[in-house]
């Protein structure tokens, strides 16, 4: 997953949510899988928008690999998180109902 993809003019939502190929399945497959949802008027995300905090070196690390690797910064964290998710039992381990619900809401967003 390294390379680059050309830079396009985008809107907000492009920019926020990613562009969406029609045909691509975007929610999680498998045990972990949560439900898709039920409103019509749903649409499921590309990417979830969420912050976090680092601390400067590993920050300023990260920056530094991002620019070396001609990768963007959601494909490095992604890398780095899958590949450290995967030996992780609890990461494959179903939610509870209740939070899983709340965790759905974040997968998708209403359409206008």
């Known amino acids: 997953m390294t390379g680059t993809r050309p ?5 907000a939502d492009d920019l926020i949510y990613g562009v969406e190929p029609a ?3 975007l929610l999680p497959t498998g045990p972990v899988a949560l439900l898709p949802p039920t409103e019509p008027e749903a649409v499921p995300v590309s990417r979830v928008v969420f912050t976090n905090q680092l601390k400067p070196d590993v920050y300023r690390e990260l920056r530094q690999y991002e620019y070396w690797a001609h990768m963007e910064l959601h494909e490095v964290l992604h890398e780095a998180l899958v590949a450290y998710l995967a030996d992780k039992p609890e990461a494959k381990k179903a939610l509870p109902p209740k939070v899983a619900a709340k965790t759905l809401k ?5 359409s206008a």
């Open 7 to 11: 830079r396009v003019a985008a809107s």
């Open 23 to 25: 045909t691509a399945p």
């Open 106 to 110: 974040r997968l998708v967003r209403k």
